[in-house]
């Protein structure tokens, strides 16, 4: 069964710094990994998804890097602003690339 | 990146009525939708995944009579809580994803749904 970790679970960092948000997987047979953010009392936002032949992919200040063998994923923020807080999540589908396991999620704080 | 609206936001509901929440892909076929709950500081929790004009899968666990979802079209799911109590009161999401060239797409997921029984 496929196991998702996150760390760190929370992060507090002033604003204008880069950061890198973490995310593990158990299974490295994975079709694709997907980030998402999820502000307080809402849904969740597609950020990046990156194909499991991919390395890396951006989009504006944010930078999702995947190491399928050894079970590792990256999502780089660059120039943090206040607008950034919220909690970040990854996932990763099934075998059969349908159902998504979700990790454990990243409270992510900008301090202005 | 493409829209799944859900509806309503909030529902507050008498302890023993059914509510009813909408999930609809506004600007592409979804294949395939999921409906989640999560409670407060968790990750998401699959519930179950509907397929269009199938019956929904269940995960092990979730009470299919208790919560009943509808996918009868390729942009529609419903899913409604039946005789509802307040230990069902939690957050709802949903999510929908297309199926092309034998992959399927990127997942979106809707606003959620906060439901209060009281």
């Known amino acids: 069964k496929q196991e998702v970790t996150q760390i760190p679970a929370a992060l507090s960092v002033p604003e204008g710094e880069n950061l890198v948000l973490n995310c593990s997987f158990t299974?490295?047979?994975?079709?694709?990994l997907q980030w998402f953010r999820q502000d307080p009392g809402k849904g969740l936002t597609s950020l990046l998804l990156?194909?499991?032949?991919?390395r890396e992919q951006t989009s504006g200040r944010l930078n999702a890097s995947l190491d399928k063998s050894s079970g590792r994923s990256t999502l780089y923020i660059a120039a943090s602003q206040p607008g950034d807080s919220a909690t970040y999540l990854c996932?990763?589908?099934?075998?059969?690339?349908?159902?998504?396991?979700f990790g454990t999620g990243t409270r992510l704080t900008i301090i202005p | 990146g493409a829209v799944v609206s859900q509806h309503p936001s909030r529902v507050i509901c008498k302890s023993g009525t059914s509510v009813k929440i909408e999930c609809r892909s506004l600007?592409?076929?979804?294949?395939?939708m999921f409906w989640y709950r999560q409670f407060p500081k968790q990750s998401l929790m699959l519930m179950a995944t509907s397929n269009e004009g199938s019956k929904a899968t269940y995960e092990q666990g979730v009470e299919k009579d208790k919560f009943l979802i509808n996918h009868a079209s390729l942009t529609l799911s419903t899913l409604t809580v039946t005789s509802a109590h307040p230990e069902d009161s939690s957050f709802y999401i949903c999510?929908?994803?297309?199926?092309?060239?034998?992959?399927?797409?990127?997942?979106?997921f809707g606003q959620g749904t906060r439901l209060t029984v009281v």
């Open positions: 999510s929908a994803r297309d199926w092309q060239g034998g992959i399927y797409t990127e997942a979106f």
């Open positions: 299974d490295s047979a994975i079709y694709n």
């Open positions: 600007d592409f076929q979804a294949t395939t």
């Open positions: 990156i194909q499991s032949s991919q």
């Open positions: 996932a990763v589908p099934d075998f059969g690339n349908e159902k998504l396991t």
